[in-house]
Every structure is written in C-alpha cells, then in structure tokens.
C-alpha cells in the first residue's frame, strides 16, 4: 500500500502558480473506472478510437505506450484551501500500476520500469484494434492511502498514453502538453491526457473539520518525463 505524503504548503504552489479552478479535459483514451483509497484496483486503459489520417483514412491501433508520472512530475490543486493547507508531495508514482496479461488486443507486452527496476507504466505491441471498435487494456493499480491530517477528498493522476497506429507515424497522443520530443500539434490527445481518480474513504478516514469541503489533487507527467519514457522501440520515437 501507498502512502502519499502531504507536505508541501499553499504559499509554495502559489509561488509556482501552480494553483487552478479547472481540471484537464476528458481524453477520448480514458481509464474505466475510479479507485477507493487503499484498495487495490482492477481497472482498463479504454482505448476510444483510431487515428485518422489526412485523407480520412482510419487506421488501427497496433501499439500503445503508457507512462505514470515519474520524473518530476507537476502538482495542481482545485477548490479552496482551508485548514491544514498541506497538499501532496510525491516523487514517483513507480510500482503502482501493474500490467495485466491479456492478448484481446495485443500480442505482445511488458512492464515500463526505470533504473531502479520499478514499475512506471507498460507497452504492448504486435495488435489490431478496429478503427470503428472500443478496446481494454486491462491492468490494476496498488492502494494508496490519504494521510489523516490532510485535506484532499481525491487524488487525480494523469497518465501519458499514446496509440499508435503506423511504425513511427500516424499515432494518438493522449499527454497533457507539446513537449520538446512530441510537438506536433495536430496531432490527435495533445492537452487530454488520461486521468486515475482515487477517491479519499470519507467514512473511514474524515477530512479534519478545519478542512472545510477540502481539495482536489492532481499530479501530471512532465514535460521532461514524457520525452524520457512514452517511448517505444520501433514504435515511437
């Protein structure tokens, strides 16, 4: 089980304007389904759609490349901070995604992991997906746990994905912004990356009553991160 860390203080976020009313907008590559706080979660990478080309042509997803955040990844807040103004501080989100084996899409895949040999995201290859069809892609995330004294009701992390539907072209970038590696801006997902909501347990572990109606918190890959692992092997550049 996870547990996250909630110390870094408002007047520091602000500093780094990294305070907003908004959240990323929906991805057309999402996640099924919303995680409870320390549970494990089964859940499914729901791939939308195809890519199409210029001509209208619509091609399948043959490869798919998933990062977690890992390397300093950014933190945002929504809604007032009241009470303890403490949010989260998290280096890496390494070992709580696993990859689950299943050939329904691809016939190849694997686990992402760094130099420490701890899980990041996951890469599948070797597929066909029906351009008109949905497709899952089905693996589970470890619990994580709000720490008592904190004030965030949920945690989003935003996950880098991209489709790939040509070796080295045509492909989905679901991440949230152009980075140095992927700025092709036409390409389709760039600003909508996929998002994991862990839910706090309300019930069991209460928001303290100098909270308030609590937070939001979401952490984002950055730049940096997305140009070092989205990567595939004869894939993606």
């Known amino acids: 089980m996870n547990r996250i860390g909630f110390r870094s203080t408002l007047s520091a976020l602000a500093a780094a304007g990294l305070l907003t009313t908004g959240l990323a907008a929906q991805a057309h590559t999402t996640l099924q389904v919303q995680a409870a706080e320390g549970?494990?979660?089964?859940?499914?990478?729901?791939?939308?759609?195809?890519?199409?080309?210029?001509?209208g042509t619509k091609l399948p997803v043959i490869a798919q490349s998933v990062v977690f955040p890992t390397v300093n990844p950014k933190y945002t807040v929504t809604g007032t901070m009241a009470g303890n103004p403490a949010v989260v501080s998290i280096t890496t989100f390494a070992n709580v995604p696993q990859l689950i084996q299943n050939r329904d899409i691809f016939s190849r895949q694997k686990e992402?992991?760094?130099?420490?040999?701890?899980?990041?995201?996951?890469?599948?290859?070797?597929?066909?997906?029906d351009p008109t069809l949905h497709g899952l892609v089905p693996f589970r995330t470890a619990g994580i746990t709000f720490p008592a004294d904190s004030c965030a009701t949920k945690l989003?992390?935003?996950?880098?994905?991209?489709?790939?539907?040509?070796?080295?072209?045509?492909k989905n970038l679901w991440i949230p912004a152009v980075t140095a590696k992927y700025a092709d801006v036409t390409v389709d997902g760039i600003g909508a990356p996929a998002s994991l909501t862990i839910n706090r347990d309300l019930?069991?572990?209460?928001?303290?009553?100098s909270c308030g109606a609590g937070y939001v918190f979401?952490?984002?890959?950055?730049?940096?991160?997305?140009?070092?692992?989205?990567?595939?092997?004869?894939?993606?550049?």
Request: include cysteine; hydrophobic fraction near 35%; charge should be negative.
């Open 39 to 55: 549970t494990t979660t089964y859940n499914n990478l729901v791939i939308g759609h195809g890519c199409t080309l210029a001509d």
């Open 112 to 129: 992402k992991t760094n130099a420490a040999g701890n899980v990041i995201g996951f890469e599948s290859t070797e597929g066909a997906l």
């Open 156 to 170: 989003i992390v935003q996950v880098a994905v991209a489709d790939i539907c040509q070796k080295n072209g045509a």
């Open 203 to 209: 019930t069991k572990n209460p928001l303290p009553a």
């Open 218 to 237: 979401t952490v984002t890959p950055s730049n940096e991160d997305v140009d070092a692992n989205l990567k595939l092997d004869g894939y993606l550049p």
